[in-house]
């Protein structure tokens, strides 16, 4: 007990000691001191810093979760082809569109989608995907609008050729895509390699078997003729060339045309066409021809 008490005795006296000598310099010290208010004022200015840096990093995760449900457009542009004139581009991310004639696209690249709109004639596509599994979780969505049909690519090359402002069809050449009526809550319809499927405005068709020589036919400026209605040859023709056909009577529109041609030269059809149906075929001027009965 009494070592005790002599070593507590020791400290206190250390203490006072220590005490007595800094009292010299506390004149000089305490204006370097901050007082109490100041070391209140810091720690509030750190709580402070705190909540600021909580609330910027939840800031910024709450407008990355905003743009990417939002999915804004950072590029945007539109190619388009003449009459006559076929063309090809690629997206930076590999992905391969070939334009028919007289056709015209709009591209978007969105933030997790890549989407295209078909607004006028013909294109083929043959999307990148990511080598990588892991990585395709996180891969875009390639889509593509044609008139009221949807066409979302699930690894694949299709072609789709717009009719009018309603009506598309799309054909697969390798994989699979997913069709829909855009807007509609109905299921997605998936076709496979070698399928097509037209839409009559909000009506998707049936899926039929598709003749995929005849619809790559034109990417080697070739025009097939299976069986096709005259009138519609004529339109074929005319997506190539400007000249004019007079059908002078209504049912020869719809004779049954077949043979392979090139997209460019509609004149030697005109010249063929006799052989081939009973019609009678007169050109009048430099550009324009009448088809008759015979």
Not at 62 to 67: A, C, K, T, V
Not at 167 to 188: F, H, L, P, W, Y
Not at 234 to 240: D, G
Request: charged share 20%; net charge positive; glycine share 6%.
């Amino acid at each position: 007990m009494n070592l005790k008490k002599t070593y507590k005795c020791n400290e206190t006296g250390n203490l006072q000691e220590v005490q007595r000598k800094l009292a010299c310099f506390e004149d000089d010290i305490l204006p370097f001191l901050p007082s109490k208010e100041a070391i209140l004022a810091r720690a509030k200015q750190r709580q402070l810093k705190k909540k600021t840096f909580g609330a910027s990093i939840l800031s910024v995760l709450g407008l990355s979760i905003g743009l990417y449900w939002y999915n804004p457009v950072y590029q945007q542009f539109d190619a388009f082809t003449v009459k006559g004139q076929q063309d090809q581009l690629s997206l930076k991310d590999g992905s391969l569109i070939r334009l028919n004639s007289n056709t015209q696209i709009q591209v978007s690249e969105r933030l997790r989608s890549r989407e295209i709109v078909l607004k006028q004639g013909e294109a083929s596509f043959r999307v990148a995907h990511s080598a990588s599994a892991w990585q395709k979780p996180f891969e875009r969505s390639f889509i593509v609008t044609a008139g009221k049909m949807d066409i979302i690519d699930i690894g694949t090359v299709f072609n789709v050729q717009k009719h009018n402002a309603t009506d598309a069809t799309v054909a697969v050449e390798e994989g699979e895509v997913a069709v829909k009526i855009r807007g509609s809550q109905n299921a997605m319809i998936h076709l496979l390699h070698g399928q097509t499927l037209s839409n009559y405005r909000e009506q998707l068709g049936q899926i039929r078997q598709a003749d995929l020589y005849a619809i790559q036919a034109w990417q080697s400026g070739e025009l097939v003729l299976n069986q096709m209605p005259l009138g519609t040859v004529i339109e074929n023709f005319q997506r190539y060339a400007d000249f004019e056909v007079q059908i002078q009577q209504p049912e020869l529109a719809q004779l049954q045309v077949t043979g392979q041609f090139k997209t460019k030269n509609y004149q030697q059809f005109m010249q063929v066409l006799p052989t081939v149906a009973a019609v009678k075929v007169e050109q009048i001027a430099e550009k324009q021809w009448i088809i008759k009965k015979n």
